[in-house]
C-alpha cells in the first residue's frame, strides 16, 4: 500500500512572499501543501504546519511582533502544544520566537545590512523531524535573505536544541546559531530558506534533506493515526 502524501500548511499572512516557494517545494517532496490565511481561527486537518518567510506586516515594529497576534498564530501554538510539527523559516522563525514557541529572539545583523546569498550551515542534531535525513556534522548549502537574522540566545539555552550552526558568521548570530528546536522537538526555526535549495538547478539540493525529513515525519504519523 502507498504512503498517503501528509498534509502540511503553509500559512500565508499579509507581507508573505516565500509562501508559494514552500508550497511548491513540499509539493515536489511528495507532501501536499494546503495555503492557511492568517485570519484563520481553526486549522484544517494537517500533519505539520509551515510558517514561510517574507516580511509579514511589512516588519513593523519588530520581524514577526504583529504577525504572532493573528488568529491562526492561537492555532498553531495550540497544534504546537499538541505535539504538532511546526517548521518556520525565516520570517517563520522570527514568528515562531515572538510567539514562545521557540526560545530566544532574531535582531538586526551585526552589519546593519540585507544579506542574501549562500551559506553554509552544520546540522548538530539528527533526531529531530526536520533533520532525521542528514548526517551528525553534515553541512549543507542553503540561501539566506534577511535583515534581522542575529540570533540571541537567551541564557541556559541548552545546546541540544541548537539544530543547526553557521560554519562562518554571517550576520552576528550568538554561537553561529543558524536553527532551534523547542524543548520537545516537534518545533524548528530556522533563518536559512531550504525551500529555495530543492534542485541542483537551484544551486543546492541540500534544502530538501531538511523539507524531506519534515515530510517523512509527518507521513509517518499519519499513517500511524489511520
Not at 558568521?169 to 523547542?182: E, L
Request: glycine content about 10%; charged content about 20%; proline content about 7%.
Amino acid at each position: 500500500m502507498a504512503s498517503p502524501q501528509p498534509r502540511i500548511g503553509v500559512v500565508v499572512f499579509p507581507g508573505s512572499n516565500d509562501d508559494r516557494d514552500a508550497a511548491w517545494a513540499l509539493a515536489a517532496l511528495d507532501a501536499e501543501p494546503v495555503l492557511v490565511w492568517h485570519e484563520e481561527r481553526e486549522l484544517p486537518d494537517l500533519d505539520a504546519v509551515v510558517l514561510p518567510g517574507g516580511f509579514s506586516y511589512g516588519d513593523y515594529l519588530r520581524c514577526g511582533a504583529i504577525a504572532r497576534f493573528s488568529p491562526a498564530m492561537r492555532a498553531v501554538s495550540a497544534f504546537a502544544a499538541d505535539g504538532g510539527l511546526v517548521l518556520g523559516i525565516c520570517n517563520g522563525f522570527q514568528i515562531l520566537c515572538e510567539a514562545g514557541l521557540l526560545p530566544g529572539a532574531l535582531r538586526p545583523n551585526a552589519s546593519l545590512s540585507f544579506i542574501c546569498r549562500d551559506v553554509c550551515v552544520r546540522v548538530e542534531r539528527t533526531d529531530t523531524p526536520f533533520t532525521a535525513r542528514c548526517e551528525a556534522g553534515q553541512r549543507l548549502v542553503i540561501p539566506v535573505k534577511h535583515g534581522e537574522g542575529c540570533y540571541i540566545r537567551p541564557d541556559g539555552l541548552p545546546d541540544e536544541q541548537v539544530a543547526l550552526r553557521y560554519t562562518e558568521s554571517c550576520n552576528g548570530s550568538m554561537d553561529d546559531i543558524a536553527g532551534v528546536v523547542n524543548e520537545h522537538g516537534n518545533v524548528l526555526g530556522l533563518m536559512p530558506h531550504p525551500e529555495h535549495a530543492v534542485d541542483p538547478l537551484l544551486g543546492s539540493a541540500d534544502g530538501a534533506l531538511v523539507l524531506a525529513s519534515l515530510v517523512d515525519t509527518a507521513r509517518d504519523r499519519a499513517i500511524a493515526v489511520v
